[in-house]
Nanobody, 127 residues
Framework: DVQLQASGGGLVQAGGSLRLSCAASGFTFDDYAIGWFRQAPGKEREVVSC????????YYADSVQGRFTISSDNSKNTVYLQMNSLKPEDTAVYYCAVDVRGSGYGCYSTSYGMDYWGKGTQVTVSS
């Protein structure tokens, strides 16, 4: 079974940093697209970043461009989201999701193609 485990959330002051991890299992970590999404209270879920081994693409939402970096460690079957210069508006539950079948193939500004979702990790940024 495909499983994703997101971790690394916590409470941080504005301007601080966190690194989220998405540990994946149940599929071959060669071809995939993994995205990070977030949902704040009262708001819709939004895509934050994505990395695709299908077409080598990455994606960042405008709101995090230049502050967040997505990377992967295939030896650990893990995708990371390094979050720097955090702002209170980054406060949300962060989820990772994966496209393992190539349904979407690349990265998009939506959750298009994502087949499996992990449980979220809470990120709280205080002002």
């Amino acid at each position: 079974d495909v499983q994703l485990q997101a971790s690394g959330g916590g409470l941080v002051q504005a301007g601080g940093s966190l690194r989220l991890s998405c540990a994946a299992s149940g599929f071959t970590f060669d071809d995939y697209a993994i995205g990070w999404f977030r949902q704040a209270p009262g708001k819709e879920r939004e895509v934050v970043s994505c990395i695709s081994r299908f077409d080598g693409s990455t994606y960042y939402a405008d709101s995090v461009q230049g502050r967040f970096t997505i990377s992967s460690d295939n030896s650990k079957n893990t995708v990371y989201l390094q979050m720097n210069s955090l702002k209170p508006e980054d406060t949300a539950v962060y989820y990772c999701a994966v496209d393992v079948r190539g349904s979407g193939y690349g990265c998009y500004s939506t959750s298009y193609g994502m087949d499996y979702w992990g449980k979220g990790t809470q990120v709280t940024v205080s002002s």
